[in-house]
């Protein structure tokens, strides 16, 4: 079992940033990849980002790259999301994942609670 805690969501203005945080525990943070989906009301949840369990390979969605990087620390069992460049259509609930292989589709085994972003124009 691996358990995930997201933090870091807030209200900020368009063009502001924020940096999501997630903290794993329980089996070795390392054997996994990790991912940050997003699911707006009424929507779909979208993939945004994922890092391979070394952080060498990353993967990010195209309404976000440029202005969202994905990063891990293995060694405190976390993976960031900073966001820079806000937009209104950022707004969603962000969840982390956790998977043994690293896609860009919601086929992950652990999920955090998420975490809620506003963004106000």
């Known amino acids: 079992q691996v358990q995930l805690v997201e933090s870091g969501g807030g209200l900020v203005q368009a063009g502001g940033s924020l940096r999501l945080s997630c903290a794993a525990s329980?089996?070795?943070?390392?054997?996994?990849?990790m991912a940050w989906f997003r699911q707006a009301p009424g929507k779909e949840r979208d993939f945004v980002a994922a890092?391979?369990?070394?952080?060498?390979?990353?993967y990010v969605a195209d309404s976000v790259k440029g202005r969202f990087t994905i990063s891990r620390d293995n060694a405190k069992k976390t993976v960031y999301l900073q966001m820079n460049s806000l937009k209104p259509e950022d707004t969603a609930v962000y969840y982390c994942?956790?998977?043994?292989?690293?896609?860009?589709?919601?086929?992950?085994?652990?999920w955090g609670q998420g975490t809620q972003v506003t963004v106000s124009s």
């Open positions: 994942a956790a998977a043994e292989l690293m896609r860009k589709t919601p086929e992950y085994d652990y």
């Open positions: 329980g089996r070795t943070f390392s054997n996994y990849s």
């Open positions: 890092i391979s369990w070394s952080g060498a390979g990353t």
